[in-house]
C-alpha cells in the first residue's frame, strides 16, 4: 500500500511563477523525501526532511514538514520548463530505511 | 560513470518466458532496493538487501519473482513464466555509508528496466 498520497495530481503553471505540492502520510515517520522523475527515467533525489525539522531549504526548492497534521508540502519557486516532471513523496517509517512512494504529481512548466 | 547501472534498459518477451534483470549497486553502497513501477503510479517497493542478506519482501513478489545479491555486490531480478501484469518498469536502488549518500534514507535509482510481456 502507499503511505503518501500527493496534491493535486497534475499541475500546469507558466515559467517563472512558483509551484506548490503536498503530500499527506498516514503512519509516523523517521523522515520524508521528495524525489524528481523525468518521463522514462529513474528517479532522482531532491531533499530529505527529518521527523524533527519544519522546513528546509535547497537551492529553489523549500520543503515544510507538519508531524501533528501528517503532511508536507515543497515549493518550487521562480520554476523553469526544465522542472517540467513527475514528483513524489515518500516516507521512511523504520530503521531499515524502506522508503514507501506516493503515487506522484505531473508538474508541467509552460514556456 | 559511478551511478546505479541497470541492465537491459528494454525487455519485450512473450508471455510464459523467464527474465533476468541486472543491477550494479554504487560501489560501497551496502542496500540495494528493487521497486516496480507501472503508468502513472509510483515505485512499488519489492525487496532489499543489506550486503548479501535479503532483509524484506513485498507480499508483490510472488513465487515466480527471486532476487539474489551474492557477495553483496551486484544483484539480478528473475521474473520466471512471465505474465502480461508484469509489464513493468524494473528499478534498483542503492544506499549505504552515510558519508557517501551524504544523508541517511536517500536512494540513489538507476535508469529502470523496462519489460513489455505480450
Known amino acids: 500500500s502507499q503511505q503518501g498520497e500527493e496534491d493535486p495530481q497534475a499541475l500546469s503553471i507558466q515559467e517563472g511563477e512558483n509551484a506548490t505540492m503536498n503530500c499527506s502520510y498516514k503512519t509516523s515517520i523517521n523522515n520524508l523525501q521528495w524525489y524528481r522523475q523525468n518521463s522514462g527515467r529513474g528517479l532522482v533525489h531532491l531533499i530529505l526532511i527529518r521527523s524533527n525539522e519544519r522546513e528546509k531549504h535547497s537551492g529553489r526548492l523549500r520543503v515544510t514538514l507538519d508531524t501533528s497534521k501528517k503532511s508536507s508540502s515543497l515549493l518550487i519557486t521562480a520554476s523553469r520548463a526544465a522542472d517540467t516532471a513527475s514528483y513524489f513523496c515518500a516516507t521512511v517509517t523504520g530503521a531499515n530505511s524502506k522508503l514507501t512512494f506516493g503515487k506522484g504529481i505531473t508538474l508541467s512548466v509552460r514556456p | 560513470d559511478t551511478g546505479v547501472s541497470q541492465n537491459p534498459r528494454h525487455k519485450i518477451t512473450k508471455r510464459g518466458q523467464n527474465v533476468t534483470f541486472r543491477c550494479d549497486p554504487i560501489s560501497e553502497h551496502n542496500r540495494l532496493y528493487w521497486y516496480r513501477q507501472t503508468l502513472g503510479q509510483g515505485p512499488e517497493f519489492l525487496t532489499y538487501f543489506q550486503n548479501e542478506a535479503q532483509l524484506e519482501k513485498s507480499r508483490l513478489l510472488s513465487d515466480r519473482f527471486s532476487a539474489e545479491r551474492p557477495k553483496g555486490s551486484f544483484s539480478t531480478l528473475e521474473i520466471q513464466r512471465t505474465e502480461q501484469g508484469d509489464s513493468a518498469m524494473y528499478l534498483c536502488?542503492?544506499?549505504?555509508?552515510?558519508?557517501?549518500?551524504?544523508?541517511?534514507?536517500?536512494?540513489?535509482f538507476g535508469e529502470g528496466s523496462r519489460l513489455t510481456v505480450l
Open positions: 536502488a542503492s544506499s549505504g555509508r552515510v558519508r557517501l549518500a551524504g544523508v541517511h534514507g536517500e536512494l540513489f
